[in-house]
T-cell receptor, first 112, second 117 residues
Framework: SQQGEEDPQALSIQEGENATMNCSYK?????LQWYRQNSGRGLVHLIL?????REKHSGRLRVTLDTSKKSSSLLITASRAADTASYFC????????????FGGGTRLMVKP | DTAVSQTPKYLVTQMGNDKSIKCEQN?????MYWYKQDSKKFLKIMFS???????INETVPNRFSPKSPDKAHLNLHINSLELGDSAVYFC????????????????FGPGTRLTVL
């Protein structure tokens, strides 16, 4: 299995509901990031949480990090149809070159 | 105003050919990357490069080589293309990790969809 695995792989909800996606990783990290990818587009950075932080907010996004369990969650509150996309977590680990390791992503569909 | 741009957007070619994908960033970043996204949407780092060093993911075949004419460009050359090279290739850039205070947010290009026939 890979560093940064998302769960669930796919999620379908109604507009207005909350969406929760989880990410697990294996090695130690400096920080963990979440990215969004709309269909046919590049990835867009959403939020970064450092290894010494436990929770972070940005607008309707809430990210938690539990380094003891090597897991993170991304919560999107009051979802909108425009939130439909794939969401990836990425970890930097202990490597040279700033390289990020991405998980397989969660495909979120928000139905209007 | 595009931050990270790639050309071409689509590339269809025959097995055995040699091709290049270009990437440019106007963010003044120090580090650039190439990623490969397969049909299952899994995104894999191929290279990390700044003006000091090239870091290669050990699983990348040596048919792939990045070339950087200057700090704002990192092109990807692929020799002897194979069917398995079909994927979407993304270029990205970021500030150098330590200079950015440990924040290595990456900015991605729109991707190049490569199809090898």
């Amino acid at each position: 299995s890979q560093q940064g695995e998302e769960d669930p792989q796919a999620l379908s909800i109604q507009e207005g509901e909350n969406a929760t996606m989880n990410c697990s990783y294996k090695t130690s990290i400096n920080n963990l990031q979440w990215y969004r990818q709309n269909s046919g587009r590049g990835l867009v950075h959403l939020i970064l949480i450092r290894s010494n932080e436990r929770e972070k907010h940005s607008g309707r996004l809430r990210v938690t990090l539990d380094t003891s369990k090597k897991s993170s969650s991304l919560l999107i509150t009051a979802s909108r149809a425009a939130d439909t996309a794939s969401y990836f977590c990425a970890t930097d680990g202990d490597n040279a070159g700033n390289m990020l390791t991405f998980g397989g992503g969660t495909r979120l569909m928000v139905k209007p | 105003d595009t931050a990270v741009s790639q050309t071409p957007k689509y590339l269809v070619t025959q097995m055995g050919n040699d091709k290049s994908i270009k990437c440019e960033q106007n963010l003044g970043h120090d580090t650039m990357y190439w990623y490969k996204q397969d049909s299952k949407k899994f995104l894999k780092i191929m290279f990390s490069y700044n003006n000091k060093e090239l870091i290669i993911n050990e699983t990348v075949p040596n048919r792939f080589s990045p070339k950087s004419p200057d700090k704002a460009h990192l092109n990807l050359h692929i020799n002897s293309l194979e069917l398995g090279d079909s994927a979407v290739y993304f270029c990205a850039s970021s500030q150098e990790f330590r200079l950015a205070g440990g924040y290595n947010e990456q900015f991605f290009g729109p991707g190049t969809r490569l199809t090898v026939l």
